[in-house]
Structures are given as C-alpha cells and as structure tokens.
C-alpha cells in the first residue's frame, strides 16, 4: 500500500507542474489575442482601400494586365499555405493543411499543375514527412508577423507569377480567418488574378457597386496596375498573415485551457485514489496492531 500511495504523490505532483504550464500559456495566449486583433483592425481598412483602388483601375480602363486578366488556358498554380511554428494549438494548422490538400485536389481536378508554398513550421514538417514538393517556405515569425515578412513571401510569389517561362498562372491563399475567441475558420481565395465581378473585401462581404470618378491614368493603365501590383499581394498577405496569427492564439489559448481543466480534473481523481490508498493503509496497520494485541493477549492467559 506504501509504493502506491508514493505513485499517487508522485503523480499528482507531475499532473500539478504540468497543470501550472498550461495556464501560464493559457494567460500568455489570452494577452496576444487582443494585440493580434488590434493588428488585423489597423491592416485590414488598407487591404480594402487598395482592392478598391486596383478594381477601379481595372475595371475603368481596357489595360489587359496580369493582375485582372485571367488565363484561360492556365496550367500551373501556386497555393500559399499559413501554419504555425508552434505546436498546442489544437487542431489549426490540421485544419489550414486539409483546406490546402483539398483545394489542390480541386485544382489539379481543373488539369493544372500545383506548387505550394508554406509559411509555418507545421506546415514545412507535414509535406517533408510526405515527401510532398514544396516550391518556397517561410518559418519564424507565424505567431507575430510583420510587414515585413509578409513583403518577403510576397516577393517570391510575385516573381513566379509574372515570370514569363515557368511561372504560375494563379495565385492563392489558405490561411485561417479569426471569427471569434471559439471560432477560426480555415479559408481559401484566389488572389492572381483577381476576379472583378467577385471582390470581396476582408471581412467577407462583397464590395459596394461605386460609381467610379472617370480617370485618367498617368502614365499608363498598365504603369498604374505594375504599381499596385505588389502593394496588393502584399497587403492581402499581411491581413492574412495577421488573422492566421490571432486565430494561432485562439486557438492554443482554447487548447491550453482545456489542457488546464483536465489536468485540475486528473489531480482530484488521482487525489482520491491517494486518500482511499492511505486509508487502505492506515486500517492495515490497526488491523495488525490489533491483531498483535490480542495475540499478547490469548498467549498471557495460556501462560497462566
């Protein structure tokens, strides 16, 4: 009864620890959440200011430019891919791997060659492990992304969608859209080319009909869409880098939290399970204690 109840004791002090590590990250995740939506409020006006600007570029002039003007005869396409560096965030880059998987298997349905690009290290380990061929990755920054990174993937993308000899024909992007604190949806969308009678700005709703002012573009339609054409990229990649980032934190906060709850659930059982073993223990030594007085007993009135 001893060595088990020091098995419990033991137990429950590694339960205990374990338990004091996930809140930590529970309340660590909790605080990022609210820096990452401040982040994604301030990014996500720009992103749909300059979707505006390039529709009303595109759609006031007759420039045919890469940017708006879709392949019909596209044979290869890239997918950017946004997972987590980190583990214990439940299932959110499992979610953002299926959306991937299942939006190449709808692409290569349509007879177009797939290259994928990764941001993440969740990402990066799933399709080395599957020896599954990776075009580009980006790893380091998922939790806490800046402008920067996002120029630094948007860089590479670009180049192999306007590469005149093998590039990509389309462009698009999986990452995970942060609904609320229980919720973050994985997403797909086409970004190159983009669709025109299909805009939609960042929070999902379609953009308003304008009536656009008449434009006169200097010095060319052309010249204006070259302009924007990184700013775009980059801007949409940012947004989803940072909405990826706050679902991240949701997430693990969520996982952390459940993690907490259990082990607080396993260290009562374990509690229990210590008493009844002490218990256990505390009846044997009376019941040997009493028995050994009434074996002094019954041998004092044989003596006599």
């Known amino acids: 009864m001893g060595a088990q109840l020091r098995v419990y004791k033991r137990r429950i002090r590694s339960v205990t620890a374990t ?22 409020a301030a990014s996500t006006p720009y992103a749909d200011e300059l979707t505006r600007a390039v529709t009303a570029v595109a759609t006031r002039s007759n420039a045919k430019h890469p940017l708006t003007t879709e392949n019909p005869q596209a044979k290869t396409a890239a997918v950017l891919l946004i997972t987590a560096d980190r583990g214990l965030a439940g299932g ?6 299926k959306q991937a998987i299942a939006l190449s298997a709808r692409l290569r349905a349509e007879g177009k060659d797939v290259v994928t690009y990764i941001v993440g ?3 990066v380990s799933y399709y080395n492990f599957r020896n599954l061929e990776v075009g580009g990755s980006w790893t380091g920054f998922s939790d806490k992304p800046t402008y920067g990174d996002a120029k630094a993937v948007a860089v590479d ?13 389309e462009l698009h992007l999986v990452s995970t859209k942060f609904e609320s604190m229980l919720t973050q949806t994985p997403v797909d969308a086409r970004l ?56 991240e934190h949701a997430a693990r906060r969520r996982a952390m939290k459940s993690a907490t709850d259990n082990a607080g659930e396993l260290i009562k059982s374990l509690t229990r399970l210590a008493n009844s073993a002490r218990q256990a223990e505390i009846t044997q030594e009376i019941s040997e204690i009493v028995g050994g007085a009434n074996a002094l007993a019954d041998a004092s009135r044989g003596s006599e």
């Open 121 to 123: 290290r969740k990402g």
């Open 192 to 247: 190159l080319p983009l669709k025109l009678d299909e805009v939609t700005l960042s929070d999902d709703k379609p953009a308003k009909a304008e009536i656009f002012p008449l434009y006169d573009f200097e010095p060319s339609a052309e010249g204006v869409l070259d302009a924007l054409l990184p700013r775009y990229v980059e801007s949409r990649i940012y947004n989803a880098l940072l909405q990826s980032a706050a679902s």
């Open 19 to 40: 338990k004091k590590i996930t809140k930590a990250m529970e309340m660590i995740s909790a605080s990022r959440i609210v820096k990452a939506q401040r982040a994604v």
């Open 92 to 97: 959110y880059s499992t979610n953002a791997i």
């Open 157 to 169: 993308l670009i180049e192999a969608f306007t590469a005149e000899t093998g590039g990509v024909d």
